[in-house]
């Protein structure tokens, strides 16, 4: 539009805008251009014309096409013969340079003013135009018009440049973030400016994109709903928006459900997370004219105005602080409601065609709490678009209404023009009932139609029962849950489900998607589908949904692909133990390529490497992540121990493929445990190819993360808590596993199992998996151990004693022994089992005995410990002997002997070495040092070699002359051969670890000398610290060196812990006086003739002295007793070695201190640190045995056969061995057979154990669960005990307050001296009861049912029965008597519940019932039968019971009472084969059936047999009957009768009354009836022998007349 601002500045264009004329330029900016002209230059040309352009203008098709791109330009199609037209606009064609947000708002949203000036009437002494504006609010230029000139927007109005737009400060107010803010004119719909607006979400707002769009609406101004609803409301919104990164619209405004939307986001730490945004009314909006860019700071860069929140005026509304944008919709006035709502909702429908996925919109929500008629409006709307809604119930206003109607409406079909037509209508009183709901809230604006309109508005709303979802505060679910439900309602195609089961997946609710999706047969998902579910699934770690898709059919051997695992690993989050550990060998990569671009120097490498450096900077998080990388870090877990097969070279580019694997499972659990989420870890490890090595390794990368944890410096406790459980639940699974391999197969099959060689898990076993994780609990397991102790024997027999093999150290006496048959090959693999089970024992040659027999570690440990004695004891005969001794010719023989025996264990450390499983040889080297016996091992051979050159060098110059320099390199090498000494002791002693007592006591004390070393830092902090203080007091001026003074003073200190306190050295320096006479004299006269004092100093010194003393100076002269407090201060010589007795006082003090620190507190607390480490290893000292046992037999089970200094020629014959089988092919074809062998029977061991394992699996899932159900089975023990007390105490409390109120009054009367009135009770006084609940549900499911023999009920818990309440396992008996004898059919789904069926009525006297598949259901819950049962009728079997009474007069006729309470006579009837009375009844089912009639009918046929006398004696006898229930009749109870028939699906109602009779009533003896065995009349002095039923009513027959009641007191049901 041609319209102009203020400042005549045509729309559109902004004071500082430029506008240039200027050519296309040859490459754009996407981002900072387009065209003026929204209707130029994008043409459709023909081939004539592109050749012409090109001609003109090279770059414009390219530029033409760019433009195409960015959507910038319309097209117009242009023919030939207007070419030069088109190149006409292309030259004229401005560019404006939109470099800002402020530049683009100006430009492309205008607001609209109002440009003619009316005066309202009534409003002379305030002007205020017609559009609801203050004159002062008018743009300059507008006209004013006289008082009756007619107003309206289209031609009073005009649009003007935007000035209020940019961020909001709000003053006074606590907010993390600067709300943006817009105001939007009202124009043709909004189809301009809405189309605007993802520009400005995604460019100049930068918003996130959502998963979901939640509108709410409701009340603003008048809003009163209760805080429960509130908190639910907030707390439910809440939870939805963080879980699905929604985006939620409100109305902005501080008030009403917006504030309380606000304040809850407010609140929240995700406030800057959530967006926010407000639709509100600029005219409607308080303190609008802040809003004003004119009001910006001037300083700022970009436009923010300041907001002051306070009270609105009437009419008015604040924007709300929390909300994260506003939209402030404009239409140049300042009184008209509702103008916002027209652009909410095509904003809204922007918002979720602009995050279009698969042809599938973003879903949206609306939710309704409280609210008015635009409410209902904005509801309908929402429905019509297809979306779904949520409506609160119990918020009041029309959020009430519209569910009454909801529930209410019952649907009916109707003709129009023809055809057949569903819609849902009101019966009348539904419809009177509305209205009155209605009229309640808004009868102020009935005038205007609004109860027809909201009543059509909510019955059609009612017509989308599929999309509207009605909650309330007391269903069971929260708010979110009821939100996603009402979004997996609606259907759709494939790509809908998809975004359906995406969102729950975010959600995280996995019943919803079992519940709405799943259970529908239509809905299903290809394999392709299911694979893209699953990923998503597994990134988002939502372990439910994971194991959904599972059971619904996903094939995760198919999903599991090098593209699906990289896709998984670069999606890791930032707070995951694998995305650190991948960040790090990110690092170190890029460390060592730019080292190595330094090292090669060369240009060309050096951009290539910064060029795929800055490429991978771009990417976000993880991005480039490949499985190699993957594998190294499994390597570095593994302590390079282990060979990922991603490792392979394959895996080391980025292009990706659908190869599966073998182990899908192994490898998720894996990536689960990198992943940090230990439940789909588990969930993965249950259907793991081997279970156990997956179990120990995911111990082990728990463990390691947790060190790592340290490493990181997070300090995140809870973090380290959670993988150090994670770790031990993985390693107890494992040894679940063991254990029950180990208790259910034979022993060839669990051994198989531990050594086996896995080719997925690097050809490792799982043996040495265990070793390698160091998993401590696995290790002492007795499978293992078993294991292990048949290593240490070897094939000797395990039941030989020690000293018999001890003796058989010596040939040829092994042969004697017994041995066991081999279940190995030579080279230490498993034979196949199944030659195992068919082997005969083997006979062993005397060969074969000799070789088994030295071969088995325990004889290797026997005779290394044999000669490593021998060697001490020469090396200590040899360190201890004299010189003389040492060099005499006839000990060189034990020098040499030591000598080639520390030689030889060179050879066996390297072995060592290189057995390790390491590939690397480097980490080969460092996993061996990681022992401190090894680096002990490694230092005494060094010291010995060095010890033993230096006493090598000292031999050959002995010529027997006395030297110095001789005897000073003997000395050295007596030191470092004591080093060596101690070494070589501290190593005999690791082999004691294998002693199940030394062993344990060795790991105490390394454990103790850690807690030593802590403690010696305390103590040294306190010695220096004492030391220090007390050499300054008593030695100020010594004459000993630094060093000297240093050591003395901590040996001194250190003494004296031990009780050498030094305290005669401490007394000779005590001094009488201020000083002492002789060392004054002594010190002052040294000091003057020393010898490098000058001559002029000296004289300096004797005046200075003469001075001061004011005497001579003489030789010999006594100075003290011209010595004064100041004067002997002042003189340093005097004082250098005087020591006066504060001195002495302060340095006794300091000891004091000292020793009550270092003596008491710090010995107490080392006392108290050593015996919890007692403790805490002998808890232990099982396991730490166990451990340290295995890596002494691992040890010397790899040592050679011949002890040191033997182990020489070993190794000697086998480096010629080497030689051999490189020289003779034959050799090594025929092991290369043999390991071809091996290779076939490991591949048969490895399939056999894997079934073993599953089946263990199998095993150990179900007593899993078996143990979960047996825990809950108690628990729900427990639970019902505790609430059988509690609703005992209840009913006591409940019971004393009922007694104790109507005492209560009279009570007080007599306390304060009134009369009172003793009511004496009338025989025959009735009273009206009103209507009850039903007694509890107990008969109902008493064991066996009672109305057939053999037949059992399921049991049901009390906390089970209601029917809203899951009970998963619920299976009953379906049990209907045949017997019987009924007109009633079987086939329920004929029949009509809830209604007059018939003749027979089958409404309920308690409550409308359920009816389930056509089975009506109990109202009162489950009984554990299905079926009718005994009873006549399916659904409620009435019966009318009529309880007859009279005054019990024993003997002299006179009322008979016990304790002042009248005793009643009941009239008790037979009417089975029981031997039990009961109360009278008859049933009463028909519709013909009066109440009244009926329960005449019992007392004239069943108690009393009038029904076969003559006509006038019944006429007697009905006027009787007549005139006792119109005076003397009073109703029990009507309902639900807790029966012991009852099932599931039929159940007994009773309608009870009693009846006082007297006179002929009274008199009358019983008589039994035609369908009555026996009639009596029993007195209630005492309790009857009746069903536990009926005395619960006639309990209350007693309370009602106020007689004597026999069950006083008790709780009957």
Same mark, same amino acid.
């Given at each position: 539009m041609g319209t102009e601002t203020n400042n005549g500045i045509p729309a559109g264009q902004g004071k500082d805008q430029v506008k240039t004329e200027t050519k296309l330029p040859e490459k754009p900016d996407c981002k900072d251009v387009v065209l003026e002209n929204e209707t130029a230059i994008n043409v459709d040309l023909d081939e004539e014309a592109k050749k012409k352009l090109e001609k003109e203008d090279p770059n414009y098709l390219k530029n033409r096409e760019l433009f195409k791109k960015i959507g910038e330009i319309k097209s117009e199609k242009l023919l030939s013969e207007h070419v030069e037209l088109g190149l006409n606009k292309l030259r004229s064609s401005s560019i404006v340079i939109e470099k800002t947000f402020e530049d683009w708002v100006k430009r492309n949203v205008n607001v609209r003013e109002c440009i003619k000036f009316v005066k309202k009437k009534d409003n002379k002494d305030n002007p205020i135009c017609k559009c609801g504006n203050k004159r002062n609010d008018h743009i300059p230029r507008t006209v004013e018009q006289p008082p009756d000139s007619k107003w309206d927007q289209k031609s009073c109005t005009t649009l003007i440049e935007n000035n209020s737009f940019g961020k909001i400060n709000f003053s006074g107010v606590d907010t993390n973030t600067q709300p943006q803010y817009m105001r939007v004119a009202v124009d043709n719909g909004h189809s301009n400016t809405i189309k605007k607006m993802e520009r400005l979400f995604t460019e100049f707002w930068k918003l996130n994109e959502p998963d979901l769009l939640i509108s709410v609406t409701g009340g603003a101004k008048s809003f009163n709903v209760s805080h429960d609803i509130c908190v639910s409301f907030q707390q439910g919104l809440?939870?939805?928006?963080?879980?699905?990164?929604?985006?939620?619209?409100?109305?902005?405004?501080?008030?009403?459900?917006?504030?309380?939307?606000?304040?809850?986001?407010?609140?929240?730490?995700?406030?800057?997370?959530?967006?926010?945004?407000?639709?509100?009314?600029?005219? +409607?909006?308080?303190?609008?004219?802040?809003?004003?860019?004119?009001?910006?700071?001037?300083?700022?860069?970009?436009?923010?105005?300041?907001?002051?929140?306070?009270?609105?005026?009437?009419? %008015?509304?604040?924007?709300?602080?929390?909300?994260?944008?506003?939209? @402030?919709?404009?239409?140049?006035?300042?009184?008209?409601?509702?103008?916002?709502?027209?652009?909410?909702?095509?904003?809204?429908?922007?918002?979720?065609?602009?995050?279009?996925?698969?042809?599938?919109?973003?879903?949206?929500?609306?939710?309704?709490?409280?609210?008015?008629?635009?409410?209902?409006?904005?509801?309908?709307?929402?429905?019509?678009?297809?979306?779904?809604?949520?409506? &609160?119930?119990?918020?009041?206003?029309?959020?009430?209404?519209?569910?009454?109607?909801?529930?209410?409406?019952?649907?009916?079909?109707?003709?129009?023009?023809?055809?057949?037509?569903?819609?849902?209508? /009101?019966?009348?009183?539904?419809?009177?009932?509305?209205?009155?709901?209605?009229?309640?809230?808004?009868?102020?604006?009935?005038?205007?139609?609004?109860?027809?309109?909201?009543?059509?508005?909510?019955?059609?709303?009612?017509? %989308?029962?599929?999309?509207?979802?009605?909650?309330?505060?007391?269903?069971?679910?929260?708010?979110?849950?009821? =939100?996603?439900?009402?979004?997996?309602?609606?259907?759709?195609?494939?790509?809908?489900?998809?975004?359906?089961?995406?969102?729950?997946?975010?959600?995280?609710?996995?019943?919803?998607?079992?519940?709405?999706?799943?259970?529908?047969?239509?809905?299903?998902?290809?394999?392709?589908? /299911?694979?893209?579910?699953?990923?998503?699934?597994?990134?988002?770690?939502?372990?439910?949904?994971?194991?959904?898709?599972?059971?619904?059919?996903?094939?995760?051997?198919?999903?599991?692909?090098?593209?699906?695992?990289?896709?998984?690993?670069?999606? *890791?989050?930032?707070?995951?133990?694998?995305?650190?550990?991948?960040?790090?060998?990110?690092? $170190?990569?890029?460390?060592?390529?730019?080292?190595?671009?330094?090292?090669?120097?060369?240009?060309?490498?050096?951009?290539?490497?910064?060029?795929?450096?800055?490429?991978?900077?771009?990417? !976000?998080?993880?991005?480039?992540?490949? *499985?190699?990388?993957?594998?190294?870090?499994?390597?570095?877990?593994?302590?390079?121990?282990?060979?990922?097969?991603?490792?392979?070279?394959?895996?080391?580019?980025?292009?990706?493929?659908?190869?599966?694997?073998?182990?899908?499972?192994?490898?998720?659990?894996?990536?689960?445990?990198?992943?940090?989420?230990?439940?789909?870890?588990?969930?993965?490890?249950?259907?793991? $190819?081997?279970?156990?090595?997956?179990?120990?390794?995911?111990?082990?990368?728990?463990?390691?993360?947790? +060190?790592?944890?340290?490493?990181?410096?997070?300090?995140?406790?809870?973090?380290?808590?959670?993988?150090?459980?994670?770790?031990?639940?993985?390693?107890?699974?494992?040894?679940?596993?063991?254990?029950?391999?180990?208790?259910?197969?034979?022993?060839?099959?669990?051994?198989?199992?531990?050594?086996?060689?896995?080719?997925?898990?690097?050809?490792?076993?799982?043996?040495?998996?265990?070793?390698?994780?160091?998993?401590?609990?696995?290790?002492?397991?007795?499978?293992?151990?078993?294991? &292990?102790?048949?290593?240490?024997?070897?094939?000797?027999?395990?039941?030989?004693?020690?000293?018999?093999?001890?003796?058989? =150290?010596?040939?040829?006496?092994?042969?004697?022994?017994?041995?066991?048959?081999?279940?190995?090959?030579?080279?230490?693999?498993?034979?196949?089992?199944?030659?195992?089970?068919?082997?005969?024992?083997?006979?062993?040659?005397?060969?074969?005995?000799?070789?088994?027999?030295?071969?088995?570690?325990?004889?290797?440990?026997?005779?290394?410990?044999?000669?490593?004695?021998?060697? /001490?004891?020469?090396?200590?005969?040899?360190? =201890?002997?004299?010189?003389?001794?040492?060099?005499?010719?006839?000990?060189?023989?034990?020098?040499?002997?030591?000598?080639?025996?520390?030689?030889?264990?060179?050879p066996v450390e390297v072995s060592q070495i290189m057995k390790k499983h390491t590939k690397s040889v480097k980490k080969r080297v460092l996993n061996h040092f990681k022992r401190v016996y090894n680096i002990s091992d490694f230092l005494a051979v060094l010291l010995f070699l060095v010890a033993f050159c230096i006493k090598a060098r000292i031999d050959s110059d002995d010529d027997g002359i006395y030297d110095l320099n001789k005897f000073s390199s003997y000395?050295?090498?007596? *030191?470092?051969?004591?080093?060596?000494?101690?070494?070589?002791?501290?190593?005999?002693?690791?082999?004691?670890?294998?002693?199940?007592?030394?062993?344990?006591? *060795?790991?105490?004390?390394?454990?103790?000398?850690?807690?030593?070393?802590?403690?010696?830092?305390?103590? &040294?902090?306190?010695?220096?610290?004492?030391?220090?203080?007390?050499?300054?007091?008593? %030695?100020?001026?010594?004459?000993?060196?630094?060093?000297?003074?240093?050591?003395?003073?901590?040996?001194?200190?250190?003494?004296?812990?031990?009780?050498?306190?030094?305290?005669?050295?401490?007394?000779?320096?005590?001094?009488?006086?201020?000083?002492?006479?002789?060392?004054?004299?002594?010190?002052?006269?040294?000091?003057?003739?020393?010898?490098?004092?000058?001559?002029?100093?000296?004289?300096?010194?004797?005046?200075?002295?003469?001075?001061?003393?004011?005497?001579? =100076?003489?030789?010999?002269?006594? @100075?003290?007793?011209?010595?004064?407090?100041?004067?002997?201060?002042?003189?340093?010589?005097?004082?250098?070695?005087?020591?006066? !007795?504060?001195?002495? %006082?302060?340095?006794?003090?300091?000891?004091?201190?000292?020793?009550?620190?270092?003596?008491?507190?710090?010995?107490?607390?080392?006392?108290?640190?050593?015996?919890?480490?007692?403790?805490?290893?002998?808890?232990?000292?099982?396991?730490?045995?166990?451990?340290?046992?295995?890596?002494?037999?691992?040890?010397?089970?790899?040592?050679?056969? &011949?002890?040191?200094? @033997?182990?020489?020629?070993?190794?000697?014959?086998?480096?010629?061995?080497?030689?051999?089988?490189k020289c003779f092919c034959k050799k090594k074809l025929y092991r290369s057979q043999i390991k071809k062998v091996n290779r076939q029977n490991a591949s048969f061991n490895a399939f056999r154990a894997s079934l073993i394992e599953s089946e263990c699996v199998a095993i150990y899932m179900r007593r899993k669960k078996a143990m979960a159900a047996s825990t809950n089975v108690i628990l729900e023990q427990m639970q019902l005990k505790m609430k059988n007390m509690t609703n005992g105490i209840e009913r006591i409390e409940t019971h004393l307050k009922k007694t104790i109120a109507p005492a209560k009054p009279k009570m007080e009367k007599q306390e304060s001296g009134e009369t009172v009135e003793d009511k004496t009770e009338v025989e025959g006084a009735v009273t009206v009861t009103k209507k009850e609940e039903p007694p509890q549900h107990k008969l109902s499911r008493i064991n066996p049912y009672a109305g057939a023999e053999g037949i059992l009920r399921y049991t049901v818990p009390d906390e089970k029965v209601p029917w809203s309440v899951v009970f998963e396992w619920y299976d009953p008996n379906d049990f209907t008597d045949e017997t019987v004898t009924t007109d009633e059919t079987d086939n329920v789904e004929d029949l009509k519940f809830n209604a007059i069926d018939g003749k027979v009525d089958r409404i309920s006297l308690y409550k409308p019932y359920e009816v389930v598949d056509g089975d009506p259901l109990n109202p009162c819950g489950r009984t554990g039968l299905k079926g009718r049962g005994s009873l006549l009728r399916w659904g409620p079997n009435k019966f009318a019971v009529t309880i007859v009474t009279r005054w019990a007069r024993p003997g002299t006729g006179n009322a008979f009472s016990i304790k002042n309470k009248q005793v009643i006579e009941i009239l008790l009837v037979k009417q089975d084969k029981s031997q039990i009375f009961s109360l009278p009844k008859i049933q009463m089912d028909k519709e013909s059936d009066k109440r009244v009639e009926v329960h005449r009918r019992v007392m004239k046929k069943v108690c009393y047999d009038y029904e076969n006398v003559s006509a006038a004696e019944n006429d007697n006898v009905d006027k009787l009957l007549q005139k006792a229930f119109q005076t003397n009749c009073m109703d029990v109870y009507s309902g639900y009768f807790d029966d012991s028939v009852n099932t599931d699906n039929a159940w007994v109602e009773v309608d009870v009354v009693t009846v006082h009779v007297d006179g002929q009533l009274a008199t009358t003896p019983p008589a039994k009836g035609s369908t009555v065995l026996e009639a009596t009349w029993m007195m209630l002095n005492k309790k009857p022998v009746v069903r536990q039923n009926d005395a619960w009513l006639l309990k209350r027959v007693c309370t009602k007349l106020r007689c004597y009641n026999p069950w006083r007191g008790e709780v009957l049901l």
């Amino acid at each position: 539009m041609g319209t102009e601002t203020n400042n005549g500045i045509p729309a559109g264009q902004g004071k500082d805008q430029v506008k240039t004329e200027t050519k296309l330029p040859e490459k754009p900016d996407c981002k900072d251009v387009v065209l003026e002209n929204e209707t130029a230059i994008n043409v459709d040309l023909d081939e004539e014309a592109k050749k012409k352009l090109e001609k003109e203008d090279p770059n414009y098709l390219k530029n033409r096409e760019l433009f195409k791109k960015i959507g910038e330009i319309k097209s117009e199609k242009l023919l030939s013969e207007h070419v030069e037209l088109g190149l006409n606009k292309l030259r004229s064609s401005s560019i404006v340079i939109e470099k800002t947000f402020e530049d683009w708002v100006k430009r492309n949203v205008n607001v609209r003013e109002c440009i003619k000036f009316v005066k309202k009437k009534d409003n002379k002494d305030n002007p205020i135009c017609k559009c609801g504006n203050k004159r002062n609010d008018h743009i300059p230029r507008t006209v004013e018009q006289p008082p009756d000139s007619k107003w309206d927007q289209k031609s009073c109005t005009t649009l003007i440049e935007n000035n209020s737009f940019g961020k909001i400060n709000f003053s006074g107010v606590d907010t993390n973030t600067q709300p943006q803010y817009m105001r939007v004119a009202v124009d043709n719909g909004h189809s301009n400016t809405i189309k605007k607006m993802e520009r400005l979400f995604t460019e100049f707002w930068k918003l996130n994109e959502p998963d979901l769009l939640i509108s709410v609406t409701g009340g603003a101004k008048s809003f009163n709903v209760s805080h429960d609803i509130c908190v639910s409301f907030q707390q439910g919104l809440l939870s939805a928006a963080k879980s699905t990164n929604a985006w939620l619209i409100t109305g902005g405004q501080n008030c009403g459900v917006m504030k309380l939307v606000g304040d809850v986001i407010g609140r929240s730490i995700f406030t800057s997370k959530i967006c926010t945004i407000g639709v509100g009314n600029w005219g +409607k909006t308080w303190r609008r004219e802040m809003l004003l860019n004119r009001n910006r700071h001037p300083q700022s860069r970009e436009p923010i105005v300041n907001y002051t929140l306070d009270a609105p005026a009437k009419g %008015y509304a604040a924007l709300d602080p929390n909300h994260t944008h506003h939209f @402030l919709v404009d239409d140049g006035t300042a009184e008209k409601e509702g103008i916002e709502i027209e652009f909410r909702g095509e904003l809204e429908n922007l918002i979720c065609n602009m995050f279009t996925k698969d042809g599938v919109s973003l879903p949206m929500v609306c939710i309704m709490i409280e609210g008015g008629m635009q409410s209902i409006d904005q509801a309908v709307s929402t429905l019509r678009k297809g979306n779904t809604l949520v409506v &609160l119930k119990g918020s009041g206003r029309a959020s009430d209404i519209l569910c009454y109607g909801f529930e209410h409406s019952i649907e009916v079909e109707t003709v129009e023009d023809g055809e057949k037509k569903k819609v849902r209508m /009101l019966t009348e009183p539904c419809r009177k009932e509305m209205i009155k709901l209605i009229d309640k809230d808004f009868s102020k604006y009935r005038a205007q139609g609004i109860v027809e309109k909201m009543i059509t508005a909510v019955l059609e709303i009612s017509m %989308y029962r599929e999309t509207v979802t009605v909650f309330s505060i007391y269903n069971p679910e929260p708010l979110d849950f009821y =939100i996603l439900s009402s979004l997996m309602q609606s259907s759709g195609n494939s790509a809908t489900r998809m975004r359906q089961m995406r969102l729950a997946i975010t959600w995280g609710h996995a019943r919803v998607a079992k519940e709405f999706i799943f259970s529908r047969k239509e809905y299903k998902f290809s394999s392709d589908e /299911l694979n893209s579910l699953l990923l998503f699934s597994i990134i988002k770690q939502r372990t439910a949904f994971v194991k959904l898709l599972i059971d619904y059919g996903a094939d995760v051997r198919a999903f599991v692909t090098q593209t699906h695992l990289t896709r998984l690993y670069n999606e *890791l989050r930032s707070s995951t133990g694998g995305y650190r550990l991948l960040q790090e060998k990110r690092k $170190k990569e890029k460390i060592e390529r730019g080292k190595n671009t330094k090292s090669e120097g060369g240009l060309q490498n050096g951009r290539k490497n910064k060029n795929r450096f800055s490429i991978r900077r771009k990417d !976000k998080g993880l991005r480039g992540v490949m *499985l190699s990388d993957v594998g190294s870090i499994m390597g570095t877990v593994m302590q390079g121990s282990y060979k990922s097969i991603f490792c392979d070279p394959k895996y080391n580019e980025r292009a990706q493929g659908d190869e599966t694997f073998e182990n899908p499972f192994d490898i998720l659990t894996m990536y689960s445990a990198l992943a940090d989420c230990q439940p789909m870890a588990l969930l993965f490890w249950e259907n793991c $190819k081997t279970p156990m090595a997956t179990g120990l390794v995911a111990h082990k990368i728990y463990m390691f993360l947790d +060190k790592m944890e340290g490493k990181w410096a997070r300090m995140d406790e809870e973090m380290t808590e959670k993988l150090e459980n994670a770790a031990h639940e993985f390693e107890m699974l494992s040894c679940s596993l063991l254990t029950a391999c180990y208790h259910n197969y034979d022993k060839s099959e669990w051994i198989n199992i531990l050594t086996v060689k896995m080719k997925d898990w690097g050809h490792l076993s799982l043996f040495d998996i265990a070793n390698i994780t160091n998993c401590k609990n696995f290790i002492s397991h007795a499978a293992y151990q078993s294991h &292990l102790t048949d290593i240490w024997m070897g094939n000797i027999h395990a039941s030989t004693p020690t000293w018999k093999l001890l003796l058989s =150290i010596i040939p040829p006496l092994p042969i004697f022994l017994s041995f066991n048959n081999r279940v190995t090959n030579k080279d230490g693999t498993m034979k196949r089992l199944d030659m195992i089970c068919e082997e005969t024992p083997h006979k062993f040659s005397s060969r074969e005995r000799l070789e088994l027999y030295y071969t088995s570690p325990v004889i290797k440990f026997f005779l290394n410990t044999i000669t490593y004695l021998i060697f /001490l004891m020469l090396f200590m005969t040899r360190l =201890i002997a004299t010189k003389s001794a040492s060099s005499s010719k006839s000990s060189m023989g034990a020098d040499y002997y030591t000598l080639v025996f520390v030689i030889s264990t060179l050879p066996v450390e390297v072995s060592q070495i290189m057995k390790k499983h390491t590939k690397s040889v480097k980490k080969r080297v460092l996993n061996h040092f990681k022992r401190v016996y090894n680096i002990s091992d490694f230092l005494a051979v060094l010291l010995f070699l060095v010890a033993f050159c230096i006493k090598a060098r000292i031999d050959s110059d002995d010529d027997g002359i006395y030297d110095l320099n001789k005897f000073s390199s003997y000395h050295q090498y007596r *030191l470092i051969a004591s080093l060596c000494f101690g070494f070589y002791s501290l190593r005999f002693v690791q082999m004691f670890e294998i002693n199940s007592q030394i062993g344990p006591k *060795l790991f105490m004390l390394k454990r103790m000398s850690i807690d030593l070393f802590f403690f010696l830092f305390l103590l &040294l902090v306190f010695t220096v610290t004492y030391s220090i203080a007390s050499e300054a007091l008593l %030695y100020p001026f010594n004459n000993n060196t630094l060093g000297d003074s240093i050591f003395m003073s901590v040996k001194r200190s250190y003494l004296n812990v031990f009780g050498d306190i030094g305290s005669e050295d401490m007394d000779k320096k005590l001094v009488t006086g201020h000083c002492n006479v002789d060392v004054v004299n002594q010190t002052f006269w040294q000091s003057m003739s020393l010898a490098d004092i000058n001559k002029t100093e000296f004289k300096k010194t004797i005046e200075h002295t003469k001075k001061l003393f004011k005497i001579d =100076i003489r030789e010999n002269l006594d @100075l003290t007793k011209y010595c004064s407090d100041n004067d002997i201060v002042n003189i340093n010589v005097i004082k250098a070695s005087t020591v006066g !007795k504060v001195n002495y %006082y302060i340095t006794f003090f300091l000891l004091c201190c000292y020793l009550l620190f270092v003596n008491i507190m710090l010995i107490n607390l080392l006392i108290a640190i050593f015996s919890n480490t007692y403790a805490e290893s002998e808890a232990k000292s099982g396991i730490i045995y166990k451990t340290q046992r295995s890596e002494v037999i691992l040890e010397f089970k790899a040592r050679p056969w &011949l002890p040191n200094p @033997l182990s020489l020629v070993y190794f000697i014959i086998l480096f010629f061995q080497y030689v051999v089988d490189k020289c003779f092919c034959k050799k090594k074809l025929y092991r290369s057979q043999i390991k071809k062998v091996n290779r076939q029977n490991a591949s048969f061991n490895a399939f056999r154990a894997s079934l073993i394992e599953s089946e263990c699996v199998a095993i150990y899932m179900r007593r899993k669960k078996a143990m979960a159900a047996s825990t809950n089975v108690i628990l729900e023990q427990m639970q019902l005990k505790m609430k059988n007390m509690t609703n005992g105490i209840e009913r006591i409390e409940t019971h004393l307050k009922k007694t104790i109120a109507p005492a209560k009054p009279k009570m007080e009367k007599q306390e304060s001296g009134e009369t009172v009135e003793d009511k004496t009770e009338v025989e025959g006084a009735v009273t009206v009861t009103k209507k009850e609940e039903p007694p509890q549900h107990k008969l109902s499911r008493i064991n066996p049912y009672a109305g057939a023999e053999g037949i059992l009920r399921y049991t049901v818990p009390d906390e089970k029965v209601p029917w809203s309440v899951v009970f998963e396992w619920y299976d009953p008996n379906d049990f209907t008597d045949e017997t019987v004898t009924t007109d009633e059919t079987d086939n329920v789904e004929d029949l009509k519940f809830n209604a007059i069926d018939g003749k027979v009525d089958r409404i309920s006297l308690y409550k409308p019932y359920e009816v389930v598949d056509g089975d009506p259901l109990n109202p009162c819950g489950r009984t554990g039968l299905k079926g009718r049962g005994s009873l006549l009728r399916w659904g409620p079997n009435k019966f009318a019971v009529t309880i007859v009474t009279r005054w019990a007069r024993p003997g002299t006729g006179n009322a008979f009472s016990i304790k002042n309470k009248q005793v009643i006579e009941i009239l008790l009837v037979k009417q089975d084969k029981s031997q039990i009375f009961s109360l009278p009844k008859i049933q009463m089912d028909k519709e013909s059936d009066k109440r009244v009639e009926v329960h005449r009918r019992v007392m004239k046929k069943v108690c009393y047999d009038y029904e076969n006398v003559s006509a006038a004696e019944n006429d007697n006898v009905d006027k009787l009957l007549q005139k006792a229930f119109q005076t003397n009749c009073m109703d029990v109870y009507s309902g639900y009768f807790d029966d012991s028939v009852n099932t599931d699906n039929a159940w007994v109602e009773v309608d009870v009354v009693t009846v006082h009779v007297d006179g002929q009533l009274a008199t009358t003896p019983p008589a039994k009836g035609s369908t009555v065995l026996e009639a009596t009349w029993m007195m209630l002095n005492k309790k009857p022998v009746v069903r536990q039923n009926d005395a619960w009513l006639l309990k209350r027959v007693c309370t009602k007349l106020r007689c004597y009641n026999p069950w006083r007191g008790e709780v009957l049901l």
